[in-house]
């Protein structure tokens, strides 16, 4: 049973000597009792320091599932090729969700029967007053236009 014994402290010595010093520091003074507050405040940082990383990557990850699963509408023109004087004005959701009470504000007022290629053969326009963009669209479900 000596032999034992003398093997795990020549065992220990050999660790101490090769972890012996932090610094200016032995290994029995590093874990004694005047260090204990600086480890515990160090494993206090430490824990703190991880919560807020995980609570940011929560916060992030949410943000990210739930833009994946919006409505996403949008609005574009295109050239009718049969008829060269026509522009369609497509409305189209893009997005994984149902878009509710879809709304338009133009900048400038949308002409309607605005026909003719060139401005001599042009016919005087009104503004448009009808249609889905005028009083909005109630839903718009996925993939339509």
Do not use: C
Request: glycine share 4%.
């Amino acid at each position: 049973m000596m032999r034992t014994k003398n093997a795990a402290d020549a065992k220990n010595a050999r660790l101490i000597s090769a972890f012996g010093r932090i610094g200016n520091i032995t290994m029995n003074q590093a874990f004694s009792q005047d260090w204990v507050p600086l480890w515990t405040a160090l494993a206090a940082t430490a824990a703190i320091v991880t919560a807020l990383v995980t609570a940011a990557y929560t916060y992030f990850t949410l943000r990210l599932v739930r833009a994946q699963s919006e409505p996403k509408v949008i609005l574009y023109v295109k050239h009718d090729l049969n008829r060269p004087s026509i522009l369609m004005i497509i409305i189209e959701n893009i997005g994984r969700d149902i878009a509710h009470d879809v709304k338009f504000f133009p900048s400038k007022p949308i002409p309607a029967s605005a026909w003719g290629i060139e401005l001599r053969d042009a016919v005087q326009s009104s503004t448009m007053n009808d249609g889905p963009i005028v009083p909005g669209i109630p839903a718009l479900v996925i993939s339509h236009k």
